[in-house]
């Protein structure tokens, strides 16, 4: 049996740019948050989901399906997930639940594929998954699929995960999104610069997410969510595609103004980056 954490994520930068061969190419900055969903992974002679959250075949199935296919083993896996990453929220769960399954079978099997390999399979399931092989702060490339680790000692960040009682389909807001041919390479290096210093105020003001104003324009329940955060005085930010928004360090008496204002059906959650 194996046991394994299945880690969400957020987005320092997301800057998404024209398409090639149907996907948009981005810079996407992401780092892991301890939110995490847990698996636990037992052999088989089927594939089986216990407690799935998404019936029918799901990333990870299709995680566990590719793994078997790849490594020619005739064999199977119990699944079993307790699900605490919010479902369809820019946290990237699905994809994290997809890279610990090839992950834990990886182990569970004994087959020593190495974790450039893992990586390499891990990008036929979704451009988010490969990010989650390694789970540090990496700067994706390419359709997101090509990771570029960061060699830097990044400050432990509270963050404050505010979820609505809402979800946003990702393909819908990229279906929205046009690119404006405004590069931000800059931003995305002085977000780095303010990492590597401890600059927490540089940092948060140069958080950019070009998929934002989409989803914002999109939801109104998030652009409202958004604007009454926003007019609190909390520099607030959306994660991926949304609609989950994040507050970095907030402090005590912002947190409980965010609580005061939020819906009864808002999760709201106080976790740090690693």
């Not at 999109?218 to 989950?244: E, Q, R």
């Amino acid at each position: 049996m194996i046991k394994i954490k299945a880690y969400a994520k957020i987005n320092l930068a997301l800057e998404v740019m024209e398409k090639e061969c149907g996907y948009h190419r981005v810079n996407n900055l992401m780092i892991p948050i301890d939110l995490y969903d847990e698996i636990t992974l037992e052999k088989d002679d089927k594939i089986i989901i216990l407690n799935d959250p998404f019936p029918g075949e799901n990333i990870m199935e299709k995680a566990a399906k590719l793994f078997f296919l790849k490594t020619k083993i005739d064999g199977g896996v119990f699944i079993t997930i307790k699900k605490n990453i919010p479902s369809a929220a820019g946290l990237a769960g699905g994809s994290s639940d997809a890279a610990a399954i090839l992950k834990g079978l990886n182990e569970l099997y004994s087959t020593n594929l190495k974790k450039e390999e893992l990586i390499e399979m891990s990008a036929e399931l979704g451009s988010d998954v490969g990010f989650f092989i390694e789970t540090k702060i990496a700067l994706c490339t390419g359709r997101g699929e090509i990771i570029h680790p960061l060699d830097i000692d990044t400050p432990k960040l509270n963050v404050l995960i505010i979820k609505q009682d809402i979800g946003l389909s990702t393909a819908m807001i990229y279906k929205n999104y046009s690119y404006d041919g405004n590069r931000k390479e800059d931003k995305i290096n002085n977000i780095i610069q303010a990492l590597s210093t401890r600059n927490i105020p540089m940092l948060d003001l140069n958080i950019f997410n070009d998929l934002e104003p989409v989803a914002l324009k999109v939801s109104k329940v998030l652009n409202d969510g958004f604007n009454a955060i926003k007019n609190m005085g909390i520099s607030v930010h959306v994660s991926g595609s949304g609609p989950t928004m994040f507050v970095l360090n907030p402090t005590m008496e912002e947190i409980l103004k965010i609580k005061g204002a939020a819906k009864k059906d808002t999760i709201i959650l106080l976790t740090n980056t690693f």
